[in-house]
């Protein structure tokens, strides 16, 4: 995944050319445009509905449908937190505080050294074993304020090793 | 000889370390110069004790959980690859176990003996044998077998599945389509996802069964993107049965053609309801469509469609394999078969539990579950995800049965149970009801859109006590007309949990939990 801004229009051309005989291919090709960016900047609307034969009301009207679609860049990391009742039951609500607090922001927000994004997601159908948090494809059960710290701390570790 | 080894694959296992356990298995076994082979088994749902490893021994698969990456080094040192039961975390044979042993699974049979991705594990546990049946039947005989087993929709709505699939064969139709609703949304289930992760394999038997019995060549799974384990299960195993000749043009030598694929969704609750998700894998926003017309008649991009939840169509292999009357031998009334119930939230012992219909709920909760996680006393569960009530002490009696739980004013839905220790304050839980339809609600009809934002606000003014009488009254007012003006059960189904609080917590819901 791509967050900076080195992306080619090119490639974004190719991704839509090779998704869109695809029946219903609006979602496939949003995804596979935001897999390779890391979000749907606005200056693709208009090639995604030219691609396409869509409007460019059409396609934003679906990128804001969908909570999972962005059009701004995220952090490194884009945490999410289960705000569902399972969760709930065990903790979330003070896990969420504990998370903002920590953090120093907001969901849909993104800590000042870029690192971490913050959203909420309504089940990770992990419900037995919550709170449970995703940090970008990976799922993590039993996550108490420590156990988040200690994750949240890998995530710092593996920027400073990127540089 | 090579000793078998078994980590979980599965994304409870894998949230709790199961992938660093499996590292720290090969490299230990390596330093210490056993030869083991490692297999990532499915999850048999017993979650309380992943990550369970299992050795194979002479008398069965020997369980050792939950193993922690500091238990790797002690397991070996005692021997566990060599079936010894010393070690602390060994929990003895795994199918003595009984919450295991002591559940009906038909359609969990597989979950955690095999090998999700291995078609071989698949066809030595009965895989397939589904298939091969109906592919010497005729669409009708197929439909006729369904009818016959009694299934009904596991999504939900509890709407019989051989009657939707009669519709859809009975409707002139050069293209139809089989989508399978794999957008498994309600807190606090995870059925779906075992299937998809733990058995994939036969949830694409039960499609290509659905495909042959209406005449349909095309299906699609239409997956949450929260469940990215999942999806590349699915990914892999539709690959291996298009190499294999399970899916194509050509299936098993047949000239009957089945083709599959994985869609993903973006993270909309609304698009489990079956209208919007047609419109979702339609490329477009997930508006909720009107019925009539059903999808049945008029489906995706306009033909007739099947739309089935992911347990109703992975429970078809063994209906066609075993024949419907095995199915409907189980279960009570007009709740045929199995269900498979999810014990979660602030539970003791969660985790899977399939069983035929008929097992009263506070005996689940109390023998399986063995109570809170917490160990505070349990004081409230909701059953049937977001949109189902919260029950008290009182109706704990209340049976596995569709009919049982909706004479309750009550759901069952997808089977999730969710429980709460008495620690939670009910208000809470009815003002997030109507917040949750705030967030999702598809925005089509006003009801749910504008009635949800107003359901929060006068719960907010009902615990501020402002006017409390009056807004007592407008908010049951207000969930009489989400209730009834509402076009699909995201708007119309809100207002149960609500009205359980209203009903069974009222105090808590005017003056928030007192201590």
């Known amino acids: 995944m791509i967050t900076s801004g080195k992306w080619r229009i090119e490639t974004v051309r190719e991704i839509i050319q090779r998704l869109k005989s695809k029946p219903g291919a609006l979602l496939p090709v949003l995804h596979a445009v935001q897999e390779y960016i890391g979000h749907i900047p606005d200056n693709v609307v208009p090639i995604i509905a030219d691609e396409m034969l869509l409007t460019r009301a059409e396609v934003h009207g679906v990128i804001s449908f969908y909570a999972h679609f962005r059009n701004h860049p995220t952090g490194k990391h884009i945490v999410e937190i289960c705000r569902a009742e399972a969760c709930q039951s065990v903790g979330c609500r003070q896990l969420e505080e504990h998370a903002k607090n920590t953090l120093n922001i907001d969901y849909q927000q993104t800590t000042d050294c870029g690192n971490i994004t913050l959203e909420p997601v309504y089940c990770l159908g992990n419900c037995a074993t919550g709170p449970s948090i995703r940090i970008n494809d990976d799922i993590h059960g039993r996550v108490s304020p420590e156990r988040f710290d200690e994750l949240m701390g890998n995530c710092r570790q593996r920027l400073q090793e990127a540089g | ?515």
């Open chain 2, 1 to 515: 000889m090579s000793i078998k080894i078994f980590v979980p694959c599965d994304t409870t296992a894998r949230s709790l370390g199961a992938d660093q356990i499996a590292t720290l298995i090969q490299a230990e076994a390596l330093s210490r110069g056993i030869d083991i082979t490692l297999v990532r088994n499915g999850s048999r749902g017993l979650f309380w004790l992943e990550p369970l490893i299992e050795v194979e021994t002479e008398n069965g698969r020997l369980g050792f959980g939950p193993v922690t990456a500091n238990d790797v080094q002690t397991l070996f040192e005692q021997d566990f690859h060599q079936g010894q039961t010393q070690h602390a975390l060994c929990v003895g044979l795994v199918e003595q176990i009984p919450y295991l042993k002591n559940q009906q699974r038909l359609t969990f049979s597989r979950s955690g003996i095999t090998d999700p991705l291995s078609l071989q594990d698949y066809l030595d546990h009965d895989g397939y044998a589904g298939l091969e049946n109906a592919l010497i039947m005729t669409g009708q005989q197929i439909v006729d077998e369904v009818k016959t087993s009694g299934l009904r929709g596991r999504g939900g709505a509890a709407f019989p599945t051989g009657i939707k699939w009669q519709t859809v064969l009975d409707t002139p139709g050069e293209q139809k389509y089989i989508v399978c609703n794999a957008d498994e949304g309600d807190s606090g289930t995870f059925a779906d996802r075992l299937v998809m992760e733990c058995d994939p394999f036969m949830l694409i038997e039960g499609m290509t069964i659905a495909g042959l019995a209406v005449g349909a060549n095309q299906g699609y799974i239409y997956l949450r993107s929260e469940y990215p384990i999942a999806h590349h299960i699915l990914n892999k195993a539709i690959e291996t049965a298009y190499q294999q000749g399970y899916l194509g043009n050509n299936i098993r030598g047949s000239q009957k053609q089945f083709d599959l694929e994985v869609r993903l969704g973006a993270g909309a609750y609304i698009c489990g309801e079956e209208t919007s998700l047609l419109d979702s894998l339609e490329g477009k926003r997930g508006l909720v469509r009107a019925k009539p017309p059903l999808p049945a008649i008029v489906g995706l991009f306009g033909k007739p469609t099947v739309v089935n939840n992911v347990l109703s169509l992975a429970a078809i292999p063994y209906i066609l394999d075993k024949g419907g009357q095995a199915y409907a031998d189980y279960g009570v009334g007009r709740s045929r078969g199995t269900m498979p119930i999810q014990l979660a939230g602030n539970v003791k012992n969660g985790g899977l539990v399939e069983l035929a219909f008929g097992i009263p709920l506070n005996q689940l909760m109390n023998e399986f579950g063995r109570g809170t996680r917490s160990g505070r006393p349990l004081k409230a569960v909701q059953v049937g995800g977001p949109l189902g009530a919260y029950l008290p002490e009182s109706q704990w009696h209340t049976v596995i049965d569709y009919e049982a739980f909706s004479s309750e004013q009550a759901v069952l839905g997808h089977g999730g149970v969710v429980m709460f220790d008495d620690s939670v304050d009910m208000g809470d839980q009815a003002r997030f009801a109507m917040e949750f339809c705030t967030v999702e609600s598809c925005g089509k009809c006003t009801p749910c859109r504008i009635g949800s934002t107003r359901g929060v606000e006068v719960i907010d003014r009902i615990r501020a006590g402002e006017r409390p009488d009056n807004n007592w009254q407008l908010l049951e007012d207000l969930c009489d007309t989400m209730v009834d003006g509402s076009l699909c059960a995201m708007g119309s189904m809100t207002p149960i949990p609500v009205k359980s609080v209203m009903k069974f917590f009222p105090d808590e819901l005017r003056h928030g939990r007192q201590e």
